[in-house]
């Protein structure tokens, strides 16, 4: 299986902060990979795919990079309801296999 | 739009089953795959499997064989998850998530909350 490790686990910011998330994978899984939020106590949410590509009515403070083994999640300029539990996802192979989660809190 | 509708939460005994359904709408059921994924309390999101939803061919993830069983009823264009014998490491939220290319899931049912507890 193809195992996904996330960085920070947890990390601390401000509004209006830029953070970088990153989320290695134990191959490489060319730019298969999926970034979703999940809000306490909702779904998850698609927020970039295929490593770089914007889904649907997301804003465009949220971008994604990265390809093989190495990607980032970034989001400028924070906002309140971005504080949240950010997780990536490789969809390169079956099994399907997640991060372990980045935990988003306000300082 | 599309929409994924769960059934409502579940309290069960240890040794019941139990049954949660995924009712869509919006799109064309049988077009895109449809995946199940499990949250434990407090834990993150770990994909069970998935089933094409035009031949009915289920395929599970390792840990989710046996006991788990996903099925169709394409004339309701609704999908679920059976889990028999429960047991209390089965106290998870159950989410259904649709393809919208294989292995990238843009439309989530809202979870089902299983509580197995005697």
């Known amino acids: 299986d193809i195992r996904m490790t996330q960085s920070p686990s947890s990390l601390s910011a401000s509004v209006g902060d830029r953070v970088t998330i990153t989320c290695r994978a134990s191959?490489?899984?060319?730019?298969?990979l999926n970034w979703y939020q999940q809000r306490p106590g909702k779904a998850p949410k698609l927020l970039i795919y295929?490593?770089?590509s914007l889904q649907s009515g997301v804003p465009s403070r949220f971008s994604g990079s990265g390809s093989g083994t190495d990607f980032t999640l970034t989001i400028n300029s924070l906002q309140p309801e971005d504080f949240a539990t950010y997780y990536c996802?490789?969809?390169?192979?079956?099994?399907?296999?997640f991060g372990q989660g980045t935990k988003l809190e306000i300082k | 739009q599309v929409q994924l509708v769960q059934s409502e939460s579940e309290l069960k005994e240890p040794g019941a089953s139990v049954k949660v359904s995924c009712k869509t709408s919006?799109?064309?059921?049988?077009?895109?795959?449809m995946n199940w994924v499990r949250q434990a309390p407090g834990q993150g999101l770990e994909w069970m499997g998935w089933?094409?939803?035009?031949?009915?061919?289920?395929t599970y993830a390792q840990g989710f064989t046996g006991r788990f069983v996903f099925s169709l009823d394409t004339s309701v264009s609704t999908a679920y998850l059976q889990i028999s014998s429960l047991k209390a490491e089965d106290t998870a939220v159950y989410y259904c998530?649709?393809?919208?290319?294989?292995?990238?899931?843009?439309?989530w049912g809202q979870g089902t909350l299983v509580t197995v507890s005697s």
């Open positions: 919006g799109y064309t059921f049988t077009t895109y795959a």
């Open positions: 996802q490789q969809s390169y192979r079956s099994p399907r296999t």
């Open positions: 089933i094409h939803t035009n031949t009915g061919n289920p």
């Open positions: 998530a649709k393809d919208n290319q294989p292995g990238v899931w843009g439309s």
């Open positions: 191959q490489t899984i060319s730019s298969n």
């Open positions: 295929a490593a770089s």
